[in-house]
T-cell receptor, first 113, second 115 residues
Framework: GQQLNQSPQSMFIQEGEDVSMNCTSS?????WLWYKQEPGEGPVLLIA?????ELTSNGRLTAQFGITRKDSFLNISASIPSDVGIYFC?????????????FGQGTILTVHP | DAEITQSPRHKITETGRQVTLACHQT?????MFWYRQDLGHGLRLIHY???????NKGEVSDGYSVSRSNTEDLPLTLESAASSQTSVYFC??????????????FGPGTRLTVT
């Protein structure tokens, strides 16, 4: 089946630093999504990407859909304590699997004040 | 406001018992999904449904079943609970039709412990 490799697995950073994480796939996706999960809650959608090469921002967050359609990147600028959580990438391949998502293992982000 | 709810939020059960986790959404979405979340594995798909009377197996469906008798609900049943099914379970819904596209919205999760 499809697999997504997300890295890094965890990050410990100081408030104000920039953060970068990425996902790579063994197969092509036509949609890339980035979710954030806070303790005790379900994942919440941050950014959705629908075209290869697309670069989309949501406040301090910027995500890109890789040209090869096999990878995606999420950057967080000037991190703040409320950025703490688990960040997941997810991909969708379309066709008869149009509704299904494949998730990465998650990146645990800790921000020290 | 439309929402997706799960119940119970926490459940402790014994090995071998049948357990049903409820998921209810008020968005009128066609698509509903069940995932389990375990450390190091992210979210893994258990079962999913694209509409009433439609159900499909995900990547980790053994020991689980679902039924879709209406648009709003997709209950997840563990036929005979095993310790390996101790996990946090998330339900999600989405829409992908001529009415438009929405990505998956997730419920708050159910923490299940099998002793």
């Amino acid at each position: 089946g499809q697999q997504l490799n997300q890295s890094p697995q965890s990050m410990f950073i100081q408030e104000g630093e920039d953060v970068s994480m990425n996902c790579t796939s063994s197969s092509i996706f036509n949609t890339w999504l980035w979710y954030k999960q806070e303790p005790g809650e379900g994942p919440v959608l941050l950014i959705a990407l629908y075209k290869a090469g697309e670069l989309t921002s949501n406040g301090r967050l910027t995500a890109q859909f890789g040209i090869t359609r096999k990878d995606s990147f999420l950057n967080i600028s000037a991190s703040i304590p409320s950025d703490v959580g688990i960040y997941f990438c997810a991909g969708r391949s379309g066709g008869t699997s149009y509704g299904k998502l494949t998730f990465g293992q998650g990146t645990i982000l800790t921000v020290h004040p | 406001d439309a929402e997706i709810t799960q119940s119970p939020r926490h459940k402790i059960t014994e090995t071998g018992r049948q357990v049903t986790l409820a998921c209810h959404q008020t968005w009128n979405h066609n698509n509903m999904f069940w995932y389990r979340q375990d450390l190091g594995h992210g979210l893994r798909l258990i079962h999913y449904s694209y509409g009433v009377q439609d159900t499909n197996k995900g990547e980790v469906s053994d020991g689980y079943s679902v039924s879709r008798s209406n648009t709003e609900d997709l209950p997840l049943t563990l036929e005979s609970a095993a310790s390996s099914q101790t996990s946090v379970y998330f339900c999600a819904s989405s829409e992908h039709s001529t009415r438009g596209l929405t990505e998956q919205y997730f419920g708050p999760g159910t923490r299940l412990t099998v002793t």
